[in-house]
C-alpha cells in the first residue's frame, strides 16, 4: 500500500466522528436514523441531535453505498462506461445515459441525428414523469400513508416501464444512448404505444391531483414545514424541482438548449414559499409540462438514421482535451466532467451528482423542527442513494 | 459570454497582484479555464460572484484531478569531439549523436471548479487551483466561505485525492470510512490485500492465501496444505 507524508498528527483531527451532541450540553439526545431506516430510501445515516422534539444539530453520513465508479470509469474504455451509468440513478436510467453521452459528444464534437434527438427528448421526458411520480408516491409514504398511495403512483410508472422494455430490453437498466445516436430504432408500433400512454397521463395526473393537491393532511404536513430560501439555494448549488421550489427560475432545458428542447413550448413551474408543499408542486406541475413536451415530440419526430454514420465506434481515442456537459435530469443537474489524455480510457472521469450537492441543504431545513418532519424533509428532497454515494 | 482572456483582464484589474493563467483546452468543447494562485483565490472567488456582470452565483462542479510525478525520456542531440581514424590517421572529429536524456517533472493534485450564473444565465466559467506537489504540500484555500455547495465535493476531493482545504468548516472524509489512511482516486493508488482464503484445491488460490499470511504475521492460525 502506498502511503502519503501528510502529518499524521492533523490526520487524527481530520477523521474525527463528528461529535453531534457534547457532553455538558444539556439534556440532548444523539439519534442515529439510519442506515437501516425505513425513512432513508437505501442505506443513508443521519446523526441527530435532538432537545425533546426539536432537532438542533443534524449531519449527513455517507458513503455505505460507495463503490468508486468514478475510479472504475476511469479503468473501462468510453463505451463501457454507459451501462454503468445506468447504476448510478437507477430510477432514470435514460437522462444518466443522456448526460454521459453528452459529455462525450462535446468532448469530440460529435453531433447526433435528428430522429436521436427526438427519440431522446420522448425517453427523457417519460423518465422525468416516472421520476417525480414515484418521488410523490415515497413522500406520501413517508407522512404514514403506506402503500396505497405509492401503488396509485407505480400505476402509471409501470405503463411506462413497459415502454422502456419493449425498447431497450430493460425496464431500468436501459443503456439505450451511444456517442452519436441511440442503440436501436424505434418502431411505427411503438411510437403508437407511447402515444396511448401519453394521451392517457393527464387523466392520471389529475387524478392523482384530486387525491392530494388538497388533502388536509397532506397540507397540514407540507405546508410552511422545511423552508429553502432562494438565496441559500442558488448558493449551495441546489438544482432542479427543488431549486424551481424556492422560486429561482433556472431550467437547464431552457438555459443551455442542449439536444433540441429549443423547438418545443414548455413552462417553467415555480415555487413561491420554497417548502415541502411547493417541491410537490412543482413535480406535479414539471410533469403536466413534460406531457406537453410530449405530445409535441410525438408529432414532430421524423424519420431518418438514428446514428451519426461518421460516428467512431471503434477505437474510439478522443483527442487530449476536457468537456464538461450537462443536462436537467428529473433530481437536478446532472454533469459529466471528462479529461481525455488520447487513449482509449477517460484520463479523469468525474459525475456531478444532483442527489449529493441537494442534501447539503438538508441540515439548514430540518433545524428546529420536529423530529417527524425530517424524515419528510429528507423524502422532499428526492435522492436514490446510488447517485449520492457512487 | 465574455472570452478567458476578457476574463482575466477585468480580474486583474478587479484584484491587484492576482496571478491568473489561461490553461487551453485543446479539445472541441473548447472550454478554456483559469488557473489561480492560492493567495489571491478567495479575492477572486468574491469578485466572481458578486460582480454584476459576471454574477457566477451558482458554483457547479467541484472534481479533483491527480496528475502523478512523470519521468519523461527524450533523446536529445549531442555534439562532441571523438578521436576517430579516417584513411589509417588518427584524426579529431566533431560528431552529432542522439542521446537518451531523463527529465523529471513533478505531479501535483488539482481541483477544477465550474462556475455558471443563474441570474445572467451564462456558464461555464472553468477556475483551476494545483498544489505545489503531491506528498507534503497539498493544501489549498477552500472555496466554501463563497460558495456553500463546495462544502460536501471538497470534501469529497479531500477524501479520495488528499487535497487539504484551508479554511474549510467541516473538513473530514465524505465517503470512505474515518479510519481509512489512503486516497483512492490517485493514479498509483494500490488495492490493499484484503484476500479472503477459500478452501479450493487450486494451487494458485493455496500460494495467494501462503503469501496473504506472511504478509500478516500478526494473526493467528495457519493455512491449510501451505
Not at chain 1, 403512483?153 to 436501459?174: P, Q, V, Y
Not at chain 2, 465550474?114 to 441570474?119: A, K, Y
Request: hydrophobic fraction near 40%; aromatic fraction near 8%.
Amino acid at each position: 500500500m502506498t502511503t502519503f507524508a501528510i502529518n499524521p498528527d492533523k490526520q487524527q483531527g481530520w477523521n474525527r466522528p463528528p461529535v453531534i451532541a457534547p457532553e455538558g450540553d444539556g439534556d440532548l439526545l444523539e439519534v442515529a436514523m439510519g442506515p437501516h431506516h425505513p425513512s432513508t430510501h437505501g442505506v443513508f445515516r443521519m446523526d441527530v441531535a435532538l432537545d425533546g422534539e426539536r432537532v438542533v444539530r443534524l449531519k449527513p453520513v455517507f458513503g455505505y453505498l460507495h463503490r468508486n465508479h468514478e475510479k472504475i470509469a476511469e479503468g473501462a474504455s468510453y463505451l463501457a462506461s454507459m451501462p454503468y451509468t445506468d447504476r448510478l440513478d437507477y430510477f432514470c436510467s435514460l437522462t444518466n445515459n443522456w448526460a454521459y453521452a453528452l459529455a462525450v459528444e462535446k468532448l469530440v464534437g460529435q453531433t447526433v441525428p435528428e430522429r436521436a434527438e427526438y427519440i431522446r427528448v420522448i425517453l427523457a421526458e417519460l423518465t422525468r414523469i416516472q421520476n417525480h411520480a414515484s418521488a410523490i408516491g415515497f413522500l406520501i409514504q413517508e407522512m404514514g400513508a403506506s402503500g396505497t398511495p405509492l401503488m396509485y403512483a407505480f400505476k402509471e410508472r409501470e405503463k411506462i416501464l413497459d415502454l422502456f422494455e419493449s425498447l431497450t430490453g430493460s425496464r431500468m437498466m436501459c443503456n439505450y444512448m451511444r456517442f452519436g445516436g441511440c442503440r436501436v430504432d424505434v418502431s411505427a408500433a411503438w411510437l403508437d404505444g407511447a402515444r396511448k400512454v401519453v394521451a392517457g397521463l393527464p387523466q392520471f395526473i389529475d387524478e392523482f391531483e384530486n387525491l392530494l393537491s388538497s388533502n388536509e393532511i397532506l397540507m397540514a404536513r407540507c405546508q410552511g414545514i422545511g423552508i429553502l430560501r432562494s438565496e441559500l439555494a442558488i448558493n449551495a448549488g441546489i438544482t432542479g424541482p427543488m431549486l424551481r421550489g424556492s422560486g429561482v427560475n433556472y431550467d437547464i432545458r431552457k438555459v443551455d438548449h442542449y439536444g433540441i428542447y429549443d423547438r418545443f413550448k414548455f413552462r417553467v413551474p415555480l415555487g413561491d414559499h420554497g417548502d415541502i408543499y411547493d417541491r410537490y408542486m412543482v413535480r406535479v406541475l414539471e410533469m403536466r409540462e413534460s406531457v406537453h413536451i410530449l405530445e409535441q415530440a410525438l408529432k414532430e419526430i421524423p424519420g431518418g438514421p438514428i446514428m451519426d454514420p461518421k460516428a467512431k465506434i471503434r477505437g474510439f481515442r478522443p483527442k487530449p482535451g476536457e468537456a464538461y456537459g450537462r443536462i436537467e435530469a428529473p433530481k437536478g443537474e446532472l454533469g459529466f466532467y471528462l479529461i481525455s489524455d488520447g487513449s482509449p480510457n477517460p484520463y479523469r472521469y468525474r459525475v456531478r451528482p444532483p442527489s449529493l450537492i441537494n442534501l447539503t441543504v438538508l441540515e439548514d431545513m430540518c433545524l428546529g423542527s420536529n423530529v417527524a418532519d425530517v424524515v419528510l424533509i429528507f423524502g422532499s428532497v428526492d435522492i436514490v442513494l446510488g447517485e449520492v454515494d457512487r | 459570454m465574455k472570452t478567458v482572456e476578457e476574463i482575466k483582464a477585468a480580474i486583474e484589474a478587479a484584484v491587484p497582484g492576482a496571478g491568473v493563467e489561461i490553461v487551453l483546452n485543446p479539445g472541441a468543447s473548447a472550454q478554456h479555464s483559469l488557473r489561480l494562485d492560492h493567495a489571491h483565490a478567495l479575492a477572486v472567488a468574491q469578485f466572481l460572484r458578486d460582480d454584476a456582470e459576471f454574477g457566477l452565483d451558482f458554483l457547479s462542479n467541484v472534481s479533483g484531478v491527480d496528475w502523478p510525478d512523470k519521468e519523461i525520456t527524450e533523446k536529445v542531440k549531442v555534439t562532441r569531439t571523438v578521436t576517430k581514424s579516417v584513411d589509417g590517421l588518427e584524426q579529431q572529429v566533431e560528431e552529432t549523436v542522439e542521446e537518451p536524456r531523463k527529465r523529471f517533472e513533478p505531479g501535483y493534485l488539482e481541483a477544477v471548479y465550474h462556475l455558471f450564473s443563474m441570474t445572467k444565465k451564462h456558464g461555464p466559467v472553468i477556475l483551476r487551483l494545483r498544489t505545489a506537489n503531491r506528498t507534503d504540500q497539498v493544501d489549498m484555500p477552500s472555496l466554501t466561505p463563497i460558495w456553500r455547495s463546495a462544502e460536501f465535493q471538497e470534501r469529497e476531493v479531500f477524501d479520495l485525492y488528499g487535497i487539504v482545504y484551508t479554511g474549510h468548516p467541516d473538513l473530514r472524509r465524505l465517503l470512505m470510512w474515518d479510519g481509512f489512511k489512503d486516497h483512492p482516486m490517485r493514479r498509483d493508488y494500490v488495492e490493499p490485500d484484503d484476500f479472503e482464503y477459500e478452501p479450493t484445491a487450486h494451487d494458485e488460490v493455496l500460494a495467494r492465501a501462503a503469501a496473504h499470511k506472511a504478509s500478516q504475521p500478526d494473526q493467528e492460525g495457519t493455512v491449510a496444505g501451505s
